[in-house]
């Protein structure tokens, strides 16, 4: 057995990778581990998108870490304000000496022999290798290199600027231009009304509507509890009641699928004047639960159509004219800047290459398990969110489980767990992810996927997944615990061509 570098590598240091190293920190101190970062500055997906209005889709309180209170007055905040969270978070725990930077992870190969991870990391220009036994991805769940983007005719054709939030230009003045948004999700709604502050009219072109709501900016009670309470006091019960209170929305929510949407269709109607055509621009296709809704805070979204700055265009592009785009009614809108917010690229684990035991892995044939882990992936831990809640409280339960699980392993003396699929639960699978949002509909056949049963499922349910992962058992039978076993994958999840990766 090789003695590795490291204990523990961590990939990427955003929001997710510096609460990770927290707990790993503070839980199991004796763990020897580092932070890997693609980019040269902390962040991540908070340092990426720096377009006008950049903010957060759900509330501080929860989106922020369970032992670092949120003190700002903004609930729904900007990507700034979070950036300097995370920055804090890193710096008054140490963390900021434990990352390397531009250090993008290209590839893991597992060795059951030797019991460690061997990465290879692009690092100046060069690759050179870094060894752990345990793998934590906090790599998010998207390209940051690359941003979505449809194939459109006469795209090249158009002779002003094209921008993809994704990569916002630094020194773009869009003031008094006449501008184009693309895209109906989270950021369209985002840069509708900020850019719309400066622009001459701002028109932002959907091909269909989506579910938006209007709330407060700031949570008065949290504010007011602030006042009277430590702040030690004050964030934890603003969390739960937060916690609790989405929760019973959701339950609501479900239980009425059409009452909802009728009750959010409605809210939409009375934000806008009388004659506004809400319901071509804001009656969706599809069920509340389907997608994420968008929120806009205070309002900002229906003021900005009020006040008759922005425009929504709900239809089909025909094609990109050398001024503007053509819509497939004959509409033509002219525009000096448009801008595509078509949405991310979805990926699982950073995209990097992963083999064990000489053998590459399909990772489309991989199977969740309770949300954190892969199938015969050995000391692996991925990290990710809720799609119906804030990201972190997810992040949260899987790292204190992920201590649990280190300091479990250590008291037994295992170097080795992987959770054990058979043949049999590999084919037995569903989607990953039952929603129909884009990003996820066009990545879905290379995605990690559902099994028909626990524990080979990603509930969306944070009081399960707070039940299972921090008073459920470490050895529950699915997981193998060794101290060496080669892992044996089962057929479907071998690439194809793994003969030849194990060869090279």
């Not at 839980?27 to 997906?45: H, M, N, V, Y």
């Amino acid at each position: 057995m090789t003695q590795p570098e490291f204990d523990v590598l961590i990939i990427g240091a955003g929001l997710s990778g510096i609460g990770v190293a927290r707990y790993l920190k503070t839980r199991c101190p004796d763990q020897r581990f580092a932070i890997l970062e693609s980019k040269p500055r902390i962040g991540g997906t908070w340092d990426l998108f720096r377009y006008p209005g950049i903010r957060s889709d759900s509330d501080m309180h929860t989106m922020g870490y369970a032992f670092k209170p949120w003190t700002n007055a903004r609930a729904i905040a900007d990507g700034g304000a979070i950036l300097n969270y995370i920055r804090e978070t890193a710096e008054e725990n140490h963390l900021t000496q434990m990352i390397r930077f531009d250090h993008q992870v290209k590839s893991a190969t597992w060795s059951s022999a030797e019991q460690i991870w061997r990465l290879e990391v692009l690092h100046d220009g060069g690759i050179r290798s870094l060894t752990c036994r345990f793998l934590f991805s906090c790599a998010g769940y998207y390209r940051h290199h690359e941003g979505y983007l449809p194939e459109w005719p006469g795209y090249e054709d158009y002779q002003g600027q094209l921008v993809h939030p994704q990569f916002w230009p630094e020194d773009l003045d869009y003031s008094g231009k006449k501008i184009i948004v693309i895209g109906s999700g989270a950021t369209a709604v985002t840069l509708t009304p900020t850019l719309a502050q400066k622009a001459a009219h701002v028109w932002q072109v959907q091909r269909s509507p989506t579910y938006v709501v209007s709330r407060p900016g700031e949570d008065e009670f949290a504010n007011r509890l602030r006042r009277w309470l430590p702040e030690k006091l004050a964030y934890p019960i603003t969390r739960w009641r937060t916690i609790f209170g989405s929760a019973k929305r959701r339950k609501r929510m479900v239980a009425n699928l059409e009452g909802t949407r009728k009750m959010l269709i409605g809210a939409v109607a009375k934000e806008l004047p009388p004659d506004y055509d809400w319901k071509t621009h804001f009656v969706p296709r599809y069920l509340p639960g389907q997608q994420r809704i968008c929120a806009v805070p205070d309002g900002d979204m229906f003021r900005t159509l009020s006040e008759g700055k922005a425009s929504m265009v709900t239809g089909e592009i025909r094609r990109f004219t050398p001024t503007g785009v053509e819509m497939t009614d004959g509409t033509h809108l002219e525009a000096d800047l448009i801008i595509t917010a078509t949405g991310l690229v979805m990926e699982s684990l950073g995209g990097l290459e992963i083999v064990v035991d000489g053998q590459a892995v399909d990772r489309s044939k991989l199977l969740i398990y309770k949300g954190f882990m892969y199938s015969n992936l050995p000391n692996l831990v991925y990290f990710t969110g809720y799609t119906n809640a804030s990201w972190t409280l997810k992040v949260d339960l899987v790292a204190d489980y992920a201590c649990r699980l280190l300091r479990f392993m250590q008291r037994k003396g295992h170097t080795q767990v992987v959770p054990a699929a058979n043949e049999a639960d590999v084919a037995n699978v569903n989607s990953a992810l039952k929603f129909i949002s884009g990003y996820v509909v066009r990545a879905a056949h290379r995605l990690p996927k559902h099994g028909k049963a626990w524990p080979w499922i990603h509930e969306q349910d944070y009081f399960w997944d707070r039940k299972t992962l921090k008073r459920g058992r470490i050895d529950d039978g699915t997981l193998q615990f060794s101290r060496g076993t080669p892992v044996r994958l089962p057929a479907a999840q071998i690439a194809e061509g793994s003969d030849q990766v194990a060869a090279e």
